[in-house]
């Protein structure tokens, strides 16, 4: 979907919620191909049951690209993404958990190398089916500005 959002018209405060997916066990292999990642905590089932966890646990890097990927339902051509700022991997997802991402506007500020433009944070949070944050990272988005400067 195509929607036009200028830098003033976002608000500092304003939640969306993505819908959910469930993680499976071709994540974890089609990801460790595409990486080269494929440490025992993720692939190697008989290691994982002697960790902490119990289990294989998902690729932090998956989380965050899946989770990234869920908020991506709008396209605004009036702003570009960025980058990601303060990456955290909170809590170990696994095989058959089904994750979403809370997407909060967190902060606007002037861009310092576009006077026609302003930088929003968005704070994406990525929970599990019991609502608890799994991984949060801040997504910063350069927008255009509705009224130009001279």
């Known amino acids: 979907m195509e929607q036009t959002i200028y830098f003033e018209e976002y608000e500092i405060g304003h939640v969306r919620l993505t819908t959910g997916r469930t993680i499976t ?3 974890f292999v089609v990801h460790a191909g595409h990486t080269g990642d494929f440490f025992p905590h ?10 902490p966890f119990g289990q294989r646990i998902a690729h932090g890097t998956m989380i ?3 989770g990234v990927g869920l908020t991506a339902s709008l ?3 009036v702003a570009f993404s960025y ?8 809590r ?10 809370r997407v909060t506007i967190s902060a606007k500020e002037d861009d310092p190398k576009r006077p026609n433009a302003g930088r929003i944070v968005e704070r994406c949070e990525v929970l599990n089916q019991r609502n608890e944050v799994v991984l949060v990272t801040d997504h910063i988005i350069i927008a255009e500005r509705r009224t130009k400067t001279a």
């Open 92 to 101: 170990p997802v696994f095989i058959g958990d089904t994750i979403r991402t």
């Open 75 to 77: 396209i605004n051509p």
């Open 83 to 90: 980058g990601y700022d303060k990456l955290r991997f909170v």
């Open 64 to 66: 965050f690209s899946i």
């Open 42 to 51: 993720h692939m190697d089932s008989e290691f994982a049951k002697t960790t």
């Open 25 to 27: 066990e071709t994540d």
